[in-house]
């Protein structure tokens, strides 16, 4: 049961999602019509699935709703509490939330820096090196305001990294998560939406965690995403109410993501009592990136043993995959949407309804690793299948030409 001022920050958090999804519902057509007169448009070529140019730097409204929501807490805490109830009540957010301003910083520092690099690559293609160079600083800072990945909970028999390995791990991290929501941008309301699912799983296990800061971030970015899909998927080209989030979009969801991962790695290994919940902290923290994660690096590994960069497009995502097998991309989102649910549920089952292994080491590694190669084994049978299903239908359709 939750307790009275557990239950006035739900209703807060609650709040902020909704008002962070009113503004980005009434801000985003403002976006919309300004791709329009400036011709920002994303043209249909080569690899693209639209046949019509679409407006593209929806991303654009992410970081400006989100630092403007959190800001309007922090500037109307700062009012008398008796003046209203209004200023009383978010000076008991504020109070609740145990705000620390350097993380701030350094999190709104990398996410604008994330953006601008985005809005230059969205108008003008940049190099993937710059592109690279920039993550890379991103990802310093996220690890300068104290979202770093300080131990592996297990994972390979390791514990707590040293601050060198734990640096270079941040920064595989958040490099890692940006060019996953990228490259499964590829069809409507993907990104979003395994975002919005990753956001919201977030949201609630911060919540829980009473790390309300973080919750608060969640919750008002997912409001915000929320808007956004709504947009992306049952907007209409003709009627001018279409948008893409662009480069800018995906670039700052990742960096929000891996920075929220960062953090509640570190919240969930901290709260641990025994060596069994410590080890799951890894799974809390990941699990909801996972479809993600394993799409980026397998099609990565594709590339490579192919003898071709990794950073080189194609068609060969998991969206494509069940495109190609015949599924149509309402069906593809609805599905790879349902299999990111899966994800998180099986895992997390696993440690809420499974044995306790925390008075045996070897057993505590054992279940780690064995549901980590379950999630890796089920990823790749079902890409496996979608070839397969793909080369059949498409062997079908040459012999019908």
Not at 360 to 388: G, I, M, P, T
Request: glycine share 8%; hydrophobic share 55%.
């Amino acid at each position: 049961m939750l307790g009275v001022s557990q239950l006035k920050v739900a209703i807060l958090m609650g709040g902020a999602m909704v008002f962070s999804l009113i503004l980005a519902y009434l801000f985003i057509p403002q976006i919309i019509k300004m791709a329009y007169n400036k011709n920002l448009m994303d043209e249909p070529e080569g690899r693209k699935w639209h046949k019509k140019p679409v407006p593209q730097l929806g991303g654009i409204a992410f970081p400006l709703i989100l630092s403007f929501v959190v800001g309007l807490i922090f500037a109307l805490g700062k009012f008398d509490a008796n003046l209203s109830l209004v200023f009383q009540e978010m000076k008991f957010l504020q109070n609740s939330l145990s705000i620390n301003l350097h993380d701030i910083l350094f999190l709104f520092l990398s996410m604008e820096l994330l953006c601008i690099m985005g809005v230059f690559d969205d108008l003008q293609d940049v190099s993937y090196r710059k592109k690279f160079v920039v993550q890379l600083l991103s990802g310093t800072l996220l690890y300068l305001g104290g979202f770093s990945m300080p131990s592996l909970f297990g994972l390979l028999g390791i514990y707590t990294l040293a601050p060198a390995f734990s640096f270079l791990f941040t920064l595989f991290i958040v490099v890692l998560f940006i060019n996953a929501v990228n490259l499964i941008d590829g069809i409507d309301g993907l990104a979003s939406g395994l975002s919005s699912i990753a956001l919201l799983f977030y949201g609630l296990v911060f919540f829980l965690y009473k790390e309300y800061f973080y919750s608060l971030i969640s919750f008002s970015f997912l409001g915000i995403l929320i808007a956004f899909f709504y947009f992306n998927v049952f907007g209409s080209v003709e009627k001018k109410k279409k948008i893409f989030m662009g480069d800018t979009g995906s670039y700052i969801i990742g960096g929000i993501l891996a920075a929220l991962s960062l953090k509640l790695a570190a919240a969930s290994g901290g709260k641990s009592y025994n060596l069994h919940e410590y080890s799951r902290a890894f799974i809390i923290a990941f699990v909801p990136l996972f479809l993600m994660c394993f799409d980026v690096l397998r099609v990565f590994i594709t590339r490579l043993l192919k003898n071709r960069s990794p950073f080189h497009p194609d068609r060969k995502h998991i969206h494509h995959l069940f495109l190609k097998a015949g599924f149509s991309e309402g069906q593809t989102l609805v599905f790879i949407l349902l299999l990111s649910v899966f994800y998180i549920v099986s895992n997390l089952s696993v440690y809420v309804f499974g044995l306790d292994f925390s008075g045996s080491y070897f057993l505590v590694l054992l279940e780690l690793h064995l549901l980590l190669l379950f999630d890796l084994a089920f990823w790749f049978l079902l890409c496996f299948f979608l070839k397969k299903r793909g080369k059949k239908l498409r062997a079908k359709q040459e012999k019908i030409n």
